[in-house]
Structures are given as structure tokens and as C-alpha cells.
């Protein structure tokens, strides 16, 4: 079956960087785009970064575009998010994803509803 298993989370001080991996098993990992949500207590998941099956494209939330970096390694089957200049709000459990996205369109890559796989998730903590 098809797993998804993030590493790299933690605590840093407000400024400091992170790198999120996730290494996937169980699926053609090139044929599938791979996206980052987050989600803090008490909110809705949101859509943070997304990278299509080619690696050719990739999508950002407002909040995060020029801070974080998504890339991927098919031979590897990981997709990485690069994550500096963290800021407090930045605090949430971070969870990867898998989806059959064709084409690219920006709504789709932010549609949590597209990625039928799911990670368990990595905790995030950025400290004032």
C-alpha cells in the first residue's frame, strides 16, 4: 500500500530554517504530483506548496512564496520542502501528499480534495 513518511520537523527560533522530507513507497512516485499542508490547532488544513509528477512547476501559498522551496528526487522518492525564515505563524503539524494531477492549473494544485495519499504528519514549532 501506499505510504508516505515525513521527517524533519522541530523547534527553532523565529528566523531559524527547517528541511522537511518525505519519502514515499507504494506508488509510481514520478507519475504523481506531491503536495505540503499544514495545519495548526483549532484551523483548517491549508494548502502550503505543491510540485507537479515533472518537477517542471511548483505553487505556493502567499504566505509562504519566497521563504519555502518544494523540490523533488524521483530516483529517490522523496519530495524535500525547504523552509526558511520561519516565522510563529509558520507553527502547525505539516503533512505531505500525493495526487494524480494532470496539467497545470494553480487551483488544482491547492485542492486538498485531488491528493488521495496522506503522510501522518511532522509537528513544526517556530518560538518568538
Known amino acids: 500500500q501506499v505510504q508516505l513518511v515525513e521527517s524533519g520537523g522541530g523547534l527553532v527560533q523565529a528566523g531559524g530554517s527547517l528541511r522537511l522530507s518525505c519519502a514515499a513507497s507504494?506508488?509510481?512516485?514520478?507519475?504523481?504530483?506531491m503536495g505540503w499542508f499544514r495545519q495548526a490547532p483549532g484551523k483548517e488544513r491549508e494548502f502550503v506548496a505543491a510540485i507537479t509528477w515533472r518537477g517542471d512547476s511548483t505553487y505556493y501559498a502567499d504566505s509562504v512564496k519566497g521563504r519555502f522551496t518544494i523540490s523533488r528526487d524521483n530516483a529517490k522518492n522523496t519530495v524535500y520542502l525547504q523552509m526558511n525564515s520561519l516565522k510563529p505563524e509558520d507553527t502547525a503539524v505539516y503533512y505531505c501528499a500525493a495526487g494524480i494531477i494532470a496539467g497545470y492549473r494553480d487551483s488544482y494544485y491547492r485542492n486538498l480534495g485531488l491528493y488521495d495519499s496522506w503522510g501522518q504528519g511532522t509537528q513544526v514549532t517556530a518560538s518568538s
Open positions: 507504494g506508488l509510481t512516485f514520478s507519475s504523481y504530483a
